[in-house]
């Protein structure tokens, strides 16, 4: 049974080490707690902010939440609003939502809109969205939604990482949630890469709010408090598991020391007596701005509804384990010890936590762990005693004392753990701790990894191996190994491939390292010796390696699931240990010269060197026949000019756009061209990529660069056929000159025809001609929704539009290409501001959190909206200004904020009145302030309307 406690007590505790990017110890934030400073209102220091300081730190008691999920977009959270709301029904839980972009580089199936007109608009639907789960706060951070991209490198340089952090930690301090629910951080084929960054910031801030020195004026001049979250979880899993009433006790997680929770759909909400599939599905709609409006019903059958499933990263209280707790088909489960107090479970409040020196382990040695348990504020822990459990084989610390805890007080205890000499290596072990005060009891645990004496894994992809390295820097060394060791190459090619071979014993090591490759690849010396490998050191060993065989399927059709696996050997003093690894074969093509093709919409015999298959599926419905979707790509080279086509099968047309919104190519039947210079980029914003349409509204084809190096529309060009127009409209800012295009489409409607020149100056770097990274995609859609259905293509993985490593290669013959001085690439984009947006002004007004992020300043110091009233069709607004800045007025109705008319002015100190020309009848008057003179904040404040 699970009682629900007063929100009032919040559980804080250690402070982890700080953001990678600078210096700290982990012993000195420890110290910090045991010093009493991080923990309660004592330890802010003294404001020396003045009034502004000390109104923000009144307006941050109004929103104290329980939960709040940090996602990059709008529609981020979607796939979790039955848990949410299930939380909010049955515990009383207050959720919040931040959102660090408003989605504005992504699609819209509504309208034409695009840039900060689209963020209105996707702002509009997550608000609407969230609150069909009784969800009210949403925190934009204001920051730019560029493309897709699978790097979180360039969304770091993009949102500027730390000023996003910064922001995002003044959320989390001024709205204290007690459970911070992320992304997936790490760089798992596909995810993008804005996820990625949006689950670091989330587990960076879970890290570093609750430290006084990280971002210390918001403490000394705003007025807010070191705040430390309890747990931190991710809002996905590993691992396997079936759906009905019984699925948060039967996953299988993929590996067993992970701690995953599952919270059932098929639940019934006690206010709707929908499921809470179904509530979530409803709210999915509500996103139609990106095709999500005519989503199916969940099933109607409950048992027929799955989990929602989540891994808890990171615990700073007692929990249950999700997969083994008696009570584990509760949905609240994984709120207990931090908004839930569990019946016989340690008070909440209770600090607990179990960290180790280092997670790995070699066979044989022994690391010490220390258990620290902290007692609330309010009431003591007496004659406390903790049982560790070790796994299977290993010795150690069987019991500590930590006797009678005062009120609010830390004790640490340490626990040595030795692993047995013959454990398993590169195998993942939990080490658990159970402890009891009087009839009270609570668990934690600590992952710990098995380590050979010397390891030897295959090279990292850079994104891959920075990740490695950023994990532990924020006290979650767990999350290593979440993406396995690929490379590519290209079929019936070779290439380099790096072992690198770690020593982690405490003295010299030598020995070989072996790799058993699969069939069909060979390498020049199968077996590497490496010597005086010294303690701590990394050393990279390099084999050449052939695909000798390139009848062998590529891409996703290769090996399984893409990958064709191999093993790893390397031996030491101590014996050997194995680990595995794969390589992917990407598709290769020789193109040679011809005569330039003549653009006409049709590829006529002779006019291409090279002819390559479009069929192959890599996201989306499966085609049905060749008939529903299947295509042939034509490349060839003229001089300086690369000529590509694409002979596209297509049973069904699309949505027909208006040659105007040639973007977002993906919503419709579209055909998109990949380039990828030198071979060699880590992301998509050092290449070139067009999305065509080969049909619009005028009878014209269109074309635009897209989530590449220099994005815009490039403009409009024939199409043949019925209905046709033999015009060219070019964009005045042109980004790809000396671009052509035409097309064809059939009648009646078979498919069409797409036919490219692609000048070689144009691209963003100097082409190398032997390896060349080329891609050709086709996107299928068979609805008038502008959504798609297929995606087919050439090289092919889920994501792989993002992913230039994956991308075929092509031999390109003929002279030298052109030298092109590269240039840094556009990520400039235009993002909605907060002050732009009357929902969030609103809502700042009334949770009394401010805008974007950034300080809430005081409405008595800087400018507040003091009365409004009507006068034919204006509204007379009248604001009191004692610092000059910007206003930004709107004249709002209904409860969800709907705009009837708005005003941006400059206003100098004193009483002024402003006049909003009105297309409706307002209830309210909102002001979001800008102070000028480079003061960091808004205020906000409104009025009604008389």
């Known amino acids: 049974m699970i009682q629900r406690t007063k929100h009032t007590t919040k559980s804080t505790g250690a402070a982890p080490p700080r953001r990678w990017r600078t210096l700290a110890t982990a012993s000195a934030a ?309 908004v839930l107090q569990a019946r016989d479970g340690l008070p909440l409040g209770t600090g607990l936590e179990l960290t180790a020196e280092t997670v790995d382990v070699v066979p044989g040695e022994s690391v010490t762990l220390k258990a620290r348990l902290t007692a609330p504020k309010r009431s003591r822990l007496v004659r406390a005693t903790g049982t560790v459990t070790l796994p299977d084989g290993w010795r150690g610390t069987r019991s500590v004392a930590f006797g009678t805890v005062r009120r609010g007080k830390t004790v640490t205890r340490s626990i040595r753990v030795t692993a047995p000499s013959d454990a398993t290596p590169n195998a993942r072990v939990l080490v658990g701790l159970d402890v009891r005060s009087g009839s009270r009891a609570g668990y934690t645990n600590q992952k710990l990894s098995v380590t050979p004496d010397v390891s030897g894994t295959q090279q990292l992809l850079p994104q891959v ?232 509204a005028e009878g014209q084809s269109c074309a635009a660069r897209d989530a590449d190096h220099t994005q815009g529309p490039i403009g409009a060009f024939p199409m043949t056929g019925e209905g046709g127009s033999d015009e060219t409209t070019l964009d005045p800012g042109n980004v790809a000159p000396g671009f052509a295009m035409a097309s064809s489409v059939t009648t009646p409607y078979t498919g069409y025809v797409v036919e490219m020149k692609i000048p070689l100056a144009a691209l963003p770097a100097t082409v190398d001609p032997e390896r060349m990274g080329f891609n050709m995609f086709v996107y299928d859609s068979d609805t008038q929704d502008k959504a798609g259905q297929t995606r087919i293509g050439w090289s092919t993985w889920g994501g792989v539009q993002g992913d230039p490593y994956r991308w075929g290669r092509v031999e390109l013959g003929g002279d030298a290409p052109p030298e092109v001085e590269s240039t840094p690439p556009k990520l400039d984009f235009p993002a909605l501001d907060s002050l732009e947006s009357p929902q969030s002004i609103e809502q700042a007004v009334r949770s009394g959190v401010g805008l974007s992020g950034l300080p809430t300043l005081a409405p008595r110091s800087t400018a507040r909206v003091v009365r409004a009233t009507v006068r034919g069709s204006t509204a007379v607004v009248t604001v009191d200004v004692y610092r000059r800045g910007t206003a930004h007025l709107f004249a709002v109705t209904g409860a969800d904020v709907q705009e009837v008319g708005s005003a941006e002015v400059s206003l100098r100190p004193g009483r002024q009145q402003v006049r909003i020309p009105l297309t409706g009848a307002p209830t309210s008057v909102l002001l979001g302030f800008d102070p000028d003179g480079g003061t960091a904040g808004t205020a906000s404040s409104s009025t009604t309307v008389r």
């Open 30 to 338: 420890a110290a910090l707690v045991g010093a009493g400073l991080v923990t309660g209102p004592a330890a802010a220091a003294p404001s020396s902010g003045g009034n502004d300081a000390r109104a923000a730190s009144k307006k941050a008691e109004v929103t104290d939440l329980d939960v709040l999920f940090v996602g990059a977009h709008p529609d981020d959270e979607s796939g979790r609003l039955s848990t949410f709301g299930q939380w909010g029904e049955q515990y009383g839980s207050r959720v919040g939502v931040v959102t660090i972009t408003r989605g504005e580089g992504g699609g819209n199936a509504v309208g034409p809109e695009e840039g900060p007109a689209l963020g209105l608009i996707r702002e509009r639907e997550e608000r609407a969205a969230v609150g069909t789960a009784d969800v009210r706060d949403v925190f934009n951070l204001d920051k730019v939604d560029f493309y897709y991209s699978v790097s979180a490198p360039l969304h770091q340089q993009a949102w500027d990482a730390e000023d996003t952090l910064e922001r995002l930690v003044r959320i989390v301090r001024e709205t204290r949630p007690d459970v911070v629910v992320t992304m997936t951080p790490a760089p798992t084929p596909g995810n993008h890469g804005g996820h990625q960054e949006a689950a670091r910031l989330a587990a960076e801030a879970y890290a570093v709010a609750g430290d006084p020195s990280r971002f210390r004026s918001q403490i000394t001049k705003e007025g807010l408090r070191p705040y430390a979250p309890a747990k931190l979880f991710l809002n996905s899993a590993r691992g396997s598991g079936q759906p009905g009433s019984s699925c948060p006790r039967s996953f299988t997680p993929t590996d067993p020391t992970d701690d995953v929770y599952g919270v059932w759909a098929g639940a019934r909400s006690a206010a709707s007596g929908k499921t809470w599939a179904l509530v979530e599905r409803e709210a999915q709609r509500k996103y139609a701005s990106q095709g999500w409006a005519g989503f199916p019903d969940p099933s109607s059958d409950p048992e027929a509804i799955a989990c929602d499933y989540f891994t808890q990263v990171a615990s700073r209280v007692p929990f249950a384990r999700g997969d083994q707790s008696a009570a584990a088909a509760s949905p609240g489960t994984m709120l207990q010890g931090a």
């Open 465 to 696: 191996a920075e990740f490695e390295e950023w994990a532990p820097t924020v006290g979650l060394p767990q999350l290593r190994g979440l993406v396995a060791p690929v490379l590519t190459l290209p079929s019936g090619g070779t290439r380099t491939v790096g072992v690198d071979v770690t020593n982690h014993s405490d003295t010299a090591q030598s020995g070989t390292v072996t790799v058993d490759l699969p069939e069909g690849f060979t390498a020049a010396d199968d077996s590497v010796a490496y010597e005086a490998l010294a303690p701590g050191e990394t050393r990279r060993l390099d084999l050449e390696v052939t695909n000798t065989d390139d009848t062998l399927p590529t891409s996703n059709e290769g090996g399984a699931g893409g990958d064709y696996a191999y093993t790893i050997t390397t031996t030491s003093a101590s014996g050997s240990s194995t680990a595995t690894a794969a390589l992917e074969l990407v598709p290769t093509t020789q193109v040679g010269e011809t005569a330039a093709p003549t653009l006409d919409g049709t590829v006529g015999d002779g006019e291409y060197a090279s002819t390559i298959d479009l069929s192959r599926r890599w996201e989306g419905e499966a085609c049905t026949s060749p008939a529903d979707c299947s295509a042939t790509g034509h490349v060839t080279r003229s001089g300086d000019d690369l000529y590509v086509a694409a002979e596209v099968t297509d049973d069904v047309q699309s949505a027909v756009l208006a040659a105007s919104d040639c973007k977002r190519h993906w919503r419709v039947d579209s055909v998109e061209v990949a380039i990828d210079p030198a071979g060699t980029s880590e992301n998509t914003s050092t290449t070139f990529k067009i999305g065509a349409l080969p049909f619009t």
